[in-house]
């Protein structure tokens, strides 16, 4: 069965980074993008970016140009997104989910069961 | 961006009743739409995507219509287990944009 595993919680000093990791298993990992979606406490989503699998693009939301990282490594099956200069709105849980077409955007058939990033001097 | 309304923000309903949620995009985005449910403490699950169609394995009480700018998700018949937020997502463009959110209450 289709499953993403993510690392897990951390708490960040402001201006530290964060690294957070998504192991896919059950399918082709480079036949589905993953795309990243954070949750900021008692809040609604937010699509921060997507990669593609297959060859690496990626495509992110303008509001985290310049700070966010999205990667892959194929030989593991697990995508990582990095997250640099945080801030107290930073806060949230980050999920990753499967896009269910393999390039382009899309809607997100699994996702993986979150990780809360606190950032907190 | 796109921008998603959602109404009503909050819904408070009971067993048994038919509860209907609406989704209003900003420009037009076809039929590129897809709605979750979402427990607390839990990942989002997907109910319906490309507008209308039940994702495998959801119950057939779920089902959406709406093309273009509306957007409707209903619930035929509420189940103890239909209490959460629900968010419609356009997927006509990146960035993906979500609703803000209805929680469906007792």
């Known amino acids: 069965q289709v499953q993403l595993v993510q690392s897990g919680a951390e708490v960040m000093k402001p201006g530290a980074s964060v690294k957070v990791s998504c192991k896919a298993s059950g399918y082709i990992f480079t036949n589905y993008g993953i795309n990243w979606v954070r949750q900021a406490p008692g809040q609604g989503l937010e699509w921060m970016g997507w990669i593609s699998t297959d060859n690496g693009n990626t495509n992110y939301a303008q509001k985290l140009q310049g700070r966010v990282t999205l990667t892959t490594d194929t030989s593991t099956n697990t995508a990582y997104m990095e997250l640099r200069s945080l801030r107290s709105d930073d806060t949230a849980v980050y999920y990753c989910a499967r896009g269910r077409y393999s390039s382009g955007s899309s809607y997100f058939d699994y996702w993986g069961q979150g990780t809360l990033d606190t950032v907190s001097s | 961006d796109i921008q998603m309304t959602q109404s009503p923000s909050t819904l408070s309903a009971s067993v048994g009743d038919r509860v209907t949620i609406t989704c209003r995009a900003s420009q037009n985005i076809g039929n590129w739409l897809a709605w979750y449910q979402q427990k607390p403490g839990k990942a989002p699950k997907v109910l319906i995507y490309?507008?209308?169609s039940l994702e495998s394995g959801v119950p057939s009480r779920f089902s959406g219509s709406g093309s273009g700018t509306e957007f409707t998700l209903t619930i035929s018949s509420l189940q103890p287990d239909d209490f959460a937020t629900f968010y419609c997502?356009?997927?006509?463009?990146?960035?993906?944009?979500f609703g803000q959110g209805t929680k469906v209450e007792i």
């Open positions: 490309k507008a209308s």
């Open positions: 997502q356009q997927y006509y463009s990146h960035p993906e944009t």
